[in-house]
C-alpha cells in the first residue's frame, strides 16, 4: 500500500516537529519546513528516519508570499524526486511565532509581522498548494484557545488566529467539491519553547495555567501531535470545518 505524505510547517521544532514524530509513528512520510535553522531540520530528518519513513526538510518563510510559486515547483520536484509521488495527502499549517504586547502598545509592524506569518501565510501557501493536494486529502490550520478566552497582550495574536477559524470554514465548503476536509485545531497554554519558553519556563504562569485548567496541568507538546495526528487518520474523515480546541479545559 503506498504510503501517504504529509506536508508540515514548522517542523524543525515546538508543535510541529512533534506533529510530524507522531504521524511518521503512524508511517506517513514526512515533508517539513524550516525557516532558518538547518541544523534543527536535519536533526528532525534523522529521528524520523528511524521510525521508519521518508523525510525531506524545505526552507519556507511563511511570511514572505512573494516566494510560495517557487516553492511550490520545489515542493513538486521533492514528491517526484524523494517520494515517487505527485501530490500530498495532509497539509499542516503549523509555523508561527508569539507575540504578548498591550493592545495599546502594538505597533503596525507588529501587526503586520502576525498578520503575514498567521494569517496571509497559510491563506496564500494552501492556495498554491491546492494542485499538489490529493483530492479527499485533508488540511489542519493551528489556532489558539486565545480565540475563546482573552488573556491581555495577545489581541494581535488571536485577532490572526480568529480569522483563521473563519478561514476554515471557507476552505472547507470551497474545497470540499474535491473531497478535502479541512479543521482547524486550538491548543491551550502548551510547554515549549513558543513566545520565549513563557508557559514551560515560568513557574508562576505555569501554576496559573495549571489551576484554571479541567485536568489541573498545562499541556504537552504529545497532547498537540497527537490531536494532529487524530484529525488526520481514516476513521475521521467526516469531519470538516470545525474547530477543536485541545486545552485540558482551559478555563471552562
Not at 96 to 116: R, W
Not at 147 to 171: D, H, I, N
Request: net charge negative.
Amino acid at each position: 500500500m503506498t504510503r501517504k505524505i504529509a506536508l508540515i510547517t514548522g517542523a524543525s521544532r515546538g508543535l510541529g516537529r512533534n506533529a510530524a514524530e507522531h504521524l511518521a509513528a503512524r508511517g506517513i512520510d514526512i515533508i517539513g519546513t524550516y525557516h532558518s535553522k538547518a541544523d534543527e531540520a536535519q536533526s528532525v530528518v534523522a529521528t524520523l528516519e528511524q521510525a521508519g519513513v521518508r523525510v525531506a526538510m524545505l526552507q519556507l518563510d511563511v511570511g514572505n508570499s512573494a516566494s510560495f510559486a517557487a516553492f511550490a515547483g520545489q515542493l513538486a520536484d521533492t514528491l517526484k524526486q524523494r517520494f515517487n509521488a505527485d501530490k500530498l495527502d495532509f497539509l499542516v499549517n503549523n509555523a508561527g511565532i508569539g507575540l504578548n504586547v498591550p493592545f495599546s502598545e502594538t505597533t503596525e509592524a507588529q501587526f503586520d509581522q502576525l498578520l503575514n506569518i498567521h494569517l496571509k501565510g497559510p491563506f496564500f501557501l494552501t492556495q498554491h498548494l491546492l494542485a499538489l493536494l490529493e483530492d479527499g486529502g485533508r488540511i489542519v490550520n493551528i489556532s489558539t484557545g486565545l480565540t475563546r478566552f482573552a488573556l491581555p497582550g495577545y489581541a494581535t495574536y488571536a485577532a490572526m488566529k480568529g480569522a483563521m477559524e473563519v478561514l476554515t470554514r471557507y476552505q472547507a465548503k470551497e474545497l470540499g467539491a474535491r473531497g478535502i476536509r479541512v479543521n482547524i485545531l486550538a491548543p491551550g497554554a502548551i510547554e515549549t519553547d513558543f513566545g520565549g519558553g513563557l508557559v514551560r519556563d515560568n513557574q508562576q504562569v505555569n501554576d496559573f495555567i495549571a489551576g484554571n485548567t479541567a485536568l489541573g496541568r498545562v499541556g504537552l507538546p504529545d497532547d498537540i501531535g497527537a490531536a494532529i495526528a487524530l484529525l488526520l487518520e481514516d476513521g475521521n474523515g467526516w469531519i470538516t470545518g470545525q474547530r477543536l480546541e485541545v486545552s485540558g479545559g482551559m478555563f471552562l
